[in-house]
């Protein structure tokens, strides 16, 4: 493997680039982390979609959050170029695709990339990029190939995730009351963006009334797309009266803030399970298709640089309790049994509530 160096002179102005999901922006901050403690005088800037800045809301590390729309019109393109022009010393695109390397080409004579392996579409990029590394999509966990980009400039590594901060704590407990309760609560949050990714609406139910039994109360979250408002309020409807239905209703940094109080969290593979992790509360996730070596939620405290989660098999690490759905083809890494991403997929519709239950009253259970 080819030895770098470290950048001499130090950069003065860096640009990340990292045009993804809500998810993957979070699980790229023990980038901005480890880049922030290398250079502690940079401007660190990062370009991300419109909809995915508010994951960096408060972040410290973070100089100046450059947004783009997701489908951007030939406005957005004259402004972007404006703002990106030869204005770094150098960039760091940690995604394959085209538009963020040409980004990256744009903003900074000094590259450095991840790009597809050889012999795949879009390897003429490392005739571009002056330091990069190949992209791994099965055997390396998401943290891990951001952190690999820091080796080529001989960056130490930081693995702790920076969740999305708020400034005002007080005004968020007078909006609700319930963060005063003694009693604690659990936050349930059973829409992802994609329906091969979710569990049944009866699942998250019998769930919900069991943890209510026992003595916890109910907190709901949801984002505000219409959809999965309805979604949530439906669950709601068929739980006890005192369930709380915070869809919709607040910011990320609100919700992280939520959850950070919680005494337990339950969620599919999402964004706001990834967020659920870092915050170092109990998580549950629940998975199907998806590759838990590459996605699976980082553990809080887990510095090391190997895969914190298996491909196979219900498991634990630190904080983060990760459920298997059943089935010989688990993972299988598509977007469910019929390969789209509105399909069902049998492995979670056969994940059996007695299954979360058991671990909920256990992770309770040493809480108390």
């Known amino acids: 493997m080819e030895s770098y160096q470290s950048l001499q002179p130090k950069p003065t102005k860096i640009l990340v680039v990292v045009m993804q999901y809500l998810g993957d922006v979070l699980l790229t901050t023990p980038l901005f982390h480890s880049l922030r403690q290398a250079y502690p005088d940079a401007q660190i800037d990062v370009l991300v979609y419109s909809n995915t800045a508010s994951m ?21 393109y004259r402004q972007l170029f404006r703002q990106l022009f030869r204005r770094y010393d150098f960039a760091m695109v940690t995604q394959t695709g085209d538009r963020p390397f040409l980004y990256g080409l ?34 390396t966990h998401t943290v891990l190939q951001h952190l690999k980009l820091l080796d080529l400039i001989d960056v130490p590594r930081s693995y702790s995730l920076v969740p ?4 005002n704590v007080h005004q968020l407990t007078e909006q609700f009351p319930f963060l005063a309760d003694n009693n604690g609560y659990a936050v349930l949050h059973p829409h992802p963006q994609w329906t091969y990714k979710q569990w049944t ?3 998250w139910v019998e769930i919900g009334h069991y943890l209510k039994e026992i003595g916890v109360k109910l ?21 006890p009266e005192d369930t709380i ?6 910011s990320l940094a609100q919700l992280a803030y939520i959850i950070t109080q919680a005494k337990l969290y339950i969620g599919p593979d999402t964004g706001i399970t ?20 590459k996605w699976a939620p980082w553990p809080v405290d887990y510095h090391q640089n190997i895969n914190p989660f298996h491909k196979v098999g219900t498991q634990q690490v630190n904080n983060v309790f990760l459920v298997q759905g059943k089935g ?34 256990s992770i309770l259970q040493k809480e108390n």
Do not use: M
């Open 56 to 76: 960096l809301e408060g972040n410290p590390d973070i100089s100046h959050i450059i947004t783009t729309p997701n489908r951007p019109k030939l406005a957005d």
């Open 106 to 139: 744009l903003a900074a004579p000094l590259r450095i990339a991840a790009i597809p392996p050889k012999n795949t579409k879009g390897w003429w990029k490392r005739f571009f990029a002056q330091r990069w590394i190949e992209f791994d999509d099965d055997n």
């Open 164 to 167: 999305p901060q708020i400034g």
């Open 201 to 203: 609406v009866d699942g």
């Open 219 to 239: 907190v709901l979250s949801g984002g505000p797309a219409k959809e999965e408002i309805d979604y949530v309020a439906n669950i709601q409807r068929q739980l």
């Open 245 to 250: 239905n915070l869809a919709g209703q607040v």
């Open 274 to 293: 990834h967020l659920a992790a870092s915050t170092g509360i109990p998580v549950i996730a629940l998975y199907g298709p998806t590759n838990p070596v």
């Open 328 to 361: 010989i083809c688990v993972p299988c890494h598509q977007e469910g049994c019929n390969r789209h991403r509105l399909s069902q997929s049998d492995c979670l519709n056969r994940l059996s509530a007695k299954k979360i239950q058991d671990i909920a009253l």
